[in-house]
């Protein structure tokens, strides 16, 4: 009986301190504690900021994976052309100062082109004459044949004149708009982060577009009607600078007409004469 | 043979760098970054001198001023060009492609465009002498 009674009393003591035992683990009265010590609201904070510089991290990685946008990629990409046909173009090459910089600094300025951008690129070939090709916004990029203005003997004002038709053609976006493939629209300005790589089929096809236009197809009859007229407007405020555009077309058209080497010309430029034409007066009957 | 480069060394001997810029004394003026995509140190101060070595958009360059033994200090050469330092090589650098600051550059903001393009070292040295054959221009603020 005594026996029983002593293992009663110890079955209740253990009871007794696993119960206060329990009270020691009791998590509630931790949190509390940890709440008062702002330790919960500490480890939310940490945890949100680790999923911040997680997103920040991923939106970093991604980042790398932009393609330029349209105030980047046109004069990345021309460039990346010239460099591609330096050989072809031959503007590696060394040449006079012609201070083509003052001269169509002056010539803009002449005309009211204020705030203008431009970089103007000499090549050793008759094979392009001369062309604005795709740039950024506000910048234009032009080549120009040092063969072509030496045969012409074109004078500096004249060579002024000419790019500043490419420029009107550039503005215009001729050029922009036949290289454009809807393949070029969803590459510029994308990110290819889930491709992990760049279709270089499109930039391929691109540099095959920017040859078709430049050493083939050219503008169109329109487009140099448009052109035409856009110079006639402008210059007419001027009339030695009108009479001197008119003159080079007329240069231009004995030369496409009697040197092999510039028939493509009329192919590219369509053409001298009938520029001259569409700037000629028309005669009024009495 | 021998006349040919007798005359060489003549002209070696006597060319102004040698003679004027060989034993100048260098200060370095200050740390520049290059602002082109591409572009090259000249051995002379001449955009078709020939190129040391081709560098890339943020490159940093040291900027140096030479006194020579008799005379006054130079930082510009026929106006335009810096005498710079790029790794181990010394050279000349067009002024207005040093900028004071590490310029936003392309290659930067379009790394794995940029890197898709797999341009090799013959088209980084033509991307580089484009920016010397530029000519550039800008009409002015109304």
Known sequence: ?286 | MKKAISILFLILLLSPTQTVWGKAKKDMIRLSYFRPIFGHVHRNPSKYSSSLTTISCGHPVKVYKLTPTKGRAVTLFNKVWHYVKVGPYEGYIDKKYLASSKPNCFQDRYPKFFDSLELDLTELYYWGRLYDQYVFGKSRVR
């Not at chain 1, 997680?54 to 991604?62: C, N, T, V, Y």
């Not at chain 1, 010239?82 to 006079?96: G, Q, S, Y």
């Not at chain 1, 001027?238 to 040197?259: E, F, H, T």
């Not at chain 1, 430029?269 to 009957?285: A, D, F, G, V």
């Open chain 1, 1 to 286: 009986m005594r026996k029983m009674i002593l293992i009663v009393i110890l079955f209740s003591l253990s009871s007794v301190a696993q119960e206060k035992k329990k009270s020691h683990l009791d998590f509630d009265s931790i949190k509390s504690v940890l709440k008062n010590d702002f330790l919960t609201e500490e480890a939310r904070k940490n945890r949100k900021q680790e999923v911040e510089l997680d997103k920040a991290k991923l939106a970093k990685k991604k980042g790398q994976y932009n393609s330029p946008d349209r105030s980047d990629f046109w004069t990345f990409f021309t460039e990346y052309w010239l460099v591609k046909n330096a050989t072809i173009l031959k503007w590696d090459f060394e040449k006079p100062d012609y201070a083509l910089d003052d001269s169509f600094k002056f010539f803009l300025e002449k005309l009211g082109y204020y705030e203008k951008t431009f970089r103007i690129l000499l090549v050793n070939t008759p094979n392009i004459t001369h062309f604005a090709l795709p740039s950024n916004p506000n910048e234009y990029l032009f080549i120009v044949s040092v063969p072509f203005i030496r045969t012409l003997d074109l004078t500096k004002l004249e060579i002024s004149l000419l790019l500043f038709e490419d420029m009107l053609r550039a503005d215009s976006g001729y050029f922009v708009k036949y290289v454009s493939t809807d393949d070029l629209r969803q590459l510029v300005g994308k990110n290819f982060y889930d491709k992990k790589k760049i279709n270089l089929k499109t930039l391929k096809n691109l540099a095959t577009k920017y040859d078709e236009i430049i050493f083939d197809k050219g503008f169109n009859f329109q487009q140099q009607f448009t052109i035409t007229k856009k110079m006639d407007h402008i210059l007419k405020t001027d009339l030695q600078l009108w009479n001197m555009y008119y003159k080079m077309l007329q240069k231009i058209d004995d030369l496409v007409k009697s040197n092999v080497l510039y028939k493509k010309y009329n192919q590219i430029y369509p053409s001298p004469e009938l520029q001259m034409n569409w700037l000629r007066p028309k005669k009024t009957i009495q």
